[in-house]
C-alpha cells in the first residue's frame, strides 16, 4: 500500500485557539502551602501549590483562581508577602524570585551562588531573607551533595545578586547544617543564623553577626533551633524556636529584648509528641501582643505579649483538622482569624473558639483521570487521595469513594479506565506499589466494586474491553520493566477466569510491557498489541503472536518506546501508536505505517468519536519539559501545539479528551491542580455531531469498484462527501448513488449528511 503523503507539518503554538481553563476536582482535599493574607486588600489570601504555581482567593477562601504559573517543574517554596511593594516572594530550586502584584510578573530572580567545591553536586536554596522589598540586600542558605552525604553554604549579597560573600561552610563549623536565616529588620548588615544538628557532638546554637557575615556571636549554644521572628513595631524585640532536638535538649521558644543579647524561656507547658519542635512563630501586625507558635501536635498562642501562653493540642492520629504547622498568617481584617497551613490541609483558626474550619481548595495530586460519554450523560472520573472521584458533569455534582486521611502512610494510586460503551462501568487498578494491587469493577459509577483480577503490579498499562462480548477484557499490568497481558473474563462473577497470554519477547531478557491492545470489532480472535517498539498481530486469540510488515522507520529498539495504540472509532482500519520520537499510523493492520508526527514525544493518542480526522497527543511532563497537547484536524497532515505556558506549566501525567461540536474539551490530571479542564475551541472537528453509521444507514457494495448505493431507512438523505484519510475531500453528490470508479485502491470515509440535521460516518473500501 503506498504510504500517506504527508504534504505539511506544523506546530503552531495555539495560533488559532481560543481556549478556557477550569478546575474540576473536588474541593475537599486541597492541599495549599503557605497560606498568606494580603496586607491591605480585604479578604485576600495568596498560597502556593505543592508545585510551581502560586494561587489567590478574594473571598477568604472560599473560591480560588490560578494567579501564577512558574515556567519550570520546581516547586516555589518559603511563599512570604513583601509589605509596601504589592510584591510576593518566592523560592525554587535553585533561586529566589519577587513576583509583582500589580503586573503578575517576575521582577527579578536571584540565583543562588555554586556552592565552588570540586566533585560536588549543584546547589539548592533552604532558606532565604530580603531586607528590602527589591532584594537589594539578602541572605540565602543553600545546600549541595557531596559523595554520599551534603553540605552547605551560606551567602550575603548588597548589590542584588551581583556578588555574593560566602559567610558560613558547614564543612568549617562542625559540619552542623543552617534550619533558617534572617536579617534584622532596622540593620541590614545584622545577620541571624539558626543552627540545627551535626554529625559529631556540636549541635545548635544561635549565630548573630553585625558586621554582615565577618564575624559571629553565639547565643544559646547546644540547642538547635530554626524559626526566627521579629517584632514589627521593634525589631530589638526576637523570638526564636527550638527544632528537632533528639532528646539532646528540651522544646522551647526563647525571646530576646535586646537584639539578641540575652535570651529568656517563655513559660509554656508543651504537650510531648514525637519530634516536638517548633516551626512557626508570627507576631499580629496589628496587635504585637498576640503571639502564635506552631508545632507537631499543638498551637501556642499568647495575647498578652508572652505572660502567659494557652495551647491547643490536636490528638495525632486522631484529629484530622492539624498535624504539623507550617505557616500562620493574621487576619488584618479580623481580629478573630489566622490562616494556618498544615500537612494536613490549610485552616482557619477561630482565636475566640480554637476551632479550625478547613479552607478548601480544587488543588492537589491526581493519578489518572478517565471520561465516559454516553446518550444518557457525560460522566469523569479521577483517581486521588487514595480514592475513586465521580464527577456527573450534568448535575456538576461529584462523589468520592474510598478516600483515604491525608496522614496515609502509602495511599493506593488509582488508575482508572471507563468503559467507552456500558454507563457507569468503569475498571479501576488500586495500586499499593511494592504490595501490588487489585482490579476492580463498578458498574455504578464506582460507588461499590467488584474485585475481579489481583495483580503484583506497579500500575494498569492499558484495558481494552472485547468489543465483541463486554463481559470480557484484557488488561496490562506493568511491574518495572516488564509485565503481563491477561484476559478476563466475568461473565459468571461466581467464577471469574483469568488467563495470561504468552506475548513475545523483545529482547534476550524478555523484557517489556505491554502499552496498547485491540481487539478487532468483526473477530475477537484477532488482537493487536505493541511492545517496547514493536507492533504484533495474533489471529488465534493471542496462542500466537507474528509481527506484520517492516515494522516503524527510526524506532531504535535500545533506546526508544511505543507508549501507546489506538484505533479509530471511525475508521477501524485505522491504527494510530504514540512513541517517544512522534506518532505513527497504519490503514493496513501494521504491513506499513507512516510518520504523520516526528520529533515530539507522545505518551497518549486518542481519536476523535465524532469526526474519523481529529485526533489529539498528548505530551506529558518530563525533567525537560511540562506537559503539552498536540492536535490535527486532517488526520495528521497538520498540527498544532497547546504549549506548555498555554497549559500553565503543569506537571501532568494523565489526561482525557471529550470530543464535542467544535470543541476539544481536555481533562488534565495535574501533580498540584487537581483536574484542569482547558478547552479548545473554535476547530473543524464536525458540525452536526455526525455519528457512526447505524443500522438507518447502509452503504453497498463494501468494497466497491464503480457505483454505490447508500441506502437510508426512515431518514432523509441531503448530500454525501467522501474524504480520503488524510482528510482531503475527493468526491462530493446530492445523489445517494455515488460513482467513485474514478478514485484511486485504498480505505475511504464517506460522510452522509441527512435533513435532521444529523451526519454519519462510514468507511468505504475502494478495491
Known amino acids: 500500500m503506498k504510504k500517506i503523503t504527508l504534504l505539511a507539518l ?53 473560591n480560588w483562581t490560578l494567579l501564577y504559573s512558574f515556567a519550570g517543574p520546581s516547586m516555589i517554596s518559603d511563599l512570604k508577602f513583601v509589605p509596601g511593594n504589592n510584591a510576593l516572594s518566592f523560592g525554587t530550586f535553585d533561586a529566589v524570585h519577587i513576583l509583582n502584584l500589580a503586573t503578575n510578573t517576575l521582577t527579578t530572580s536571584f540565583t543562588v551562588p555554586e556552592n565552588g567545591v570540586e566533585g560536588a553536586g549543584p546547589s539548592y536554596l533552604s532558606s532565604y531573607s530580603l531586607f528590602d522589598a527589591t532584594g537589594t540586600v539578602m541572605l540565602v542558605d543553600t545546600g549541595f551533595p557531596f559523595g554520599f552525604s551534603s553540605q552547605g553554604k551560606t551567602f550575603y549579597t548588597t548589590n542584588g545578586g551581583e556578588t555574593w560573600t560566602e559567610i558560613y561552610y558547614t564543612a568549617d563549623h562542625d559540619n552542623v547544617f543552617i534550619n533558617n536565616v534572617a536579617i534584622s529588620p532596622d540593620k541590614s548588615d545584622k545577620l541571624f543564623l539558626s543552627r540545627g544538628n551535626g554529625d559529631s557532638d556540636i549541635d545548635g546554637g544561635l549565630w548573630i553577626s553585625n558586621d554582615a557575615g565577618a564575624t559571629f556571636v553565639e547565643s544559646l549554644a547546644g540547642v538547635t533551633l530554626d524559626p526566627i521572628s521579629f517584632n514589627p513595631s521593634n525589631p530589638n524585640d526576637v523570638l526564636v524556636g527550638s527544632s528537632i532536638g533528639f532528646g539532646i535538649h528540651p522544646e522551647n521558644i526563647f525571646r530576646s529584648a535586646d537584639g539578641g543579647l540575652t535570651w529568656t524561656a517563655q513559660p509554656i507547658s508543651f504537650t510531648d509528641e514525637t519530634l516536638n519542635n517548633i516551626t512557626k512563630i508570627a507576631f499580629n501586625p496589628a496587635n ?23 495551647s491547643t493540642v490536636y490528638p495525632v492520629g486522631i484529629a484530622m483538622d492539624y498535624y504539623y504547622g507550617i505557616n500562620a498568617s493574621f487576619n488584618p481584617f479580623n481580629a478573630n482569624q489566622i490562616a494556618i497551613t498544615t500537612d494536613f490541609y490549610p485552616q482557619h483558626l477561630n482565636t475566640q473558639t480554637s476551632e479550625l474550619t478547613q479552607i478548601k481548595a480544587p488543588f492537589y495530586n491526581i493519578i489518572s483521570t478517565a471520561f465516559g460519554k454516553y446518550d444518557s450523560g457525560s460522566h469523569l472520573y479521577y483517581g486521588a487521595q487514595g480514592g475513586r472521584f465521580h464527577k456527573d458533569i450534568a448535575t456538576g455534582i461529584t462523589t468520592d469513594y474510598n478516600t483515604e486521611s491525608p496522614n496515609a502512610f502509602n495511599p493506593k494510586k488509582n488508575y482508572i479506565f471507563a468503559d467507552p460503551k456500558v454507563p457507569g462501568r468503569l475498571f479501576t487498578y488500586a495500586s499499593m506499589g511494592f504490595f501490588g494491587g487489585n482490579l476492580n469493577m463498578s458498574t455504578d459509577y464506582g460507588a461499590t466494586t467488584t474485585d475481579i483480577l489481583q495483580g503484583f503490579a506497579d500500575d494498569m498499562q492499558e484495558l481494552t474491553v472485547d468489543p465483541t462480548n463486554s463481559n470480557v477484557i484484557y488488561v496490562s499490568l506493568r511491574s518495572g520493566e516488564g509485565g503481563n497481558l491477561i484476559k478476563v473474563d466475568f461473565t459468571d462473577l461466581e467464577n471469574i477466569v483469568s488467563t495470561t497470554l504468552v506475548t513475545p519477547e523483545v529482547n ?125 484536524t486532517d488526520n495528521g497532515e497538520n498540527w498544532t501545539t497547546v504549549s506548555q505556558e498555554d497549559l500553565n506549566y503543569v506537571n501532568a501525567y494523565s489526561m482525557d479528551y471529550d470530543f464535542a461540536g467544535s470543541t476539544i474539551h481536555a481533562y488534565i490530571g495535574t501533580s498540584d491542580l487537581g483536574v484542569m479542564k482547558y478547552e479548545i475551541n473554535e476547530i473543524p472537528l464536525a458540525t452536526n455531531n455526525p455519528v457512526k453509521a447505524s443500522n438507518n444507514i447502509s452503504i453497498y457494495p463494501n468494497p466497491a469498484s464503480a457505483v454505490v448505493t447508500i441506502n437510508t431507512t426512515n431518514i432523509a438523505f441531503e448530500s454525501a462527501a467522501v474524504y480520503s484519510l488524510t482528510g482531503q475531500k475527493v468526491l462530493e453528490s446530492n445523489s445517494a448513488i455515488l460513482n467513485v470508479s474514478g478514485l484511486s485502491k485504498g480505505i475511504y470515509v464517506i460522510k452522509v449528511k441527512t435533513t435532521s440535521g444529523k451526519d454519519f460516518v462510514q468507511k468505504l473500501v475502494k478495491k
Do not use: C
Not at 504585637?288 to 494557652?310: K, Y
Not at 501507546?564 to 493492520?589: C, K, R, S, W
Open 508 to 632: 534476550e531478557m524478555g523484557e517489556g510491557v505491554v502499552t496498547g491492545i485491540i481487539v478487532k470489532e468483526t473477530n475477537p480472535n484477532v488482537i493487536f498489541i505493541v511492545k517496547k517498539t514493536s507492533f504484533f498481530k495474533s489471529v488465534d486469540g493471542g496462542e500466537t503472536w507474528l509481527e506484520p510488515g517492516n515494522g516503524f522507520e527510526g524506532l531504535n529498539p535500545d533506546t526508544d518506546l511505543i507508549w501507546d495504540m489506538q484505533q479509530n472509532p471511525l475508521n477501524p482500519e485505522q491504527i494510530t501508536v504514540a512513541t517517544n520520537i512522534g506518532i505513527f499510523t497504519t490503514v493496513d493492520e501494521g504491513e506499513e505505517w507512516t510518520l504523520v508526527l516526528p520529533n515530539v514525544d507522545v505518551r497518549r493518542v486518542k481519536h476523535s468519536t465524532i469526526n474519523p480526522d481529529v485526533l489529539v497527543g498528548t505530551v506529558f511532563a518530563n525533567q525537560f519539559t511540562q506537559a503539552m497537547i498536540v492536535y490535527s
Open 10 to 62: 506544523t506546530l503552531m503554538s495555539g495560533y488559532f485557539t481560543q481556549a478556557q481553563v477550569g478546575f474540576e476536582a473536588s474541593k475537599n482535599y486541597g492541599k495549599l502551602m503557605d497560606v498568606t493574607y494580603d496586607a491591605t486588600v480585604q479578604n485576600k489570601l495568596y498560597a502556593a501549590t505543592q508545585g510551581n504555581h502560586i494561587v489567590v482567593s478574594t473571598d477568604n477562601g472560599e
Open 288 to 310: 504585637v501582643q498576640e503571639i502564635i507558635a506552631l508545632e507537631e501536635n499543638e498551637i501556642l498562642r499568647t495575647t498578652n505579649n508572652g505572660q502567659t501562653w494557652t
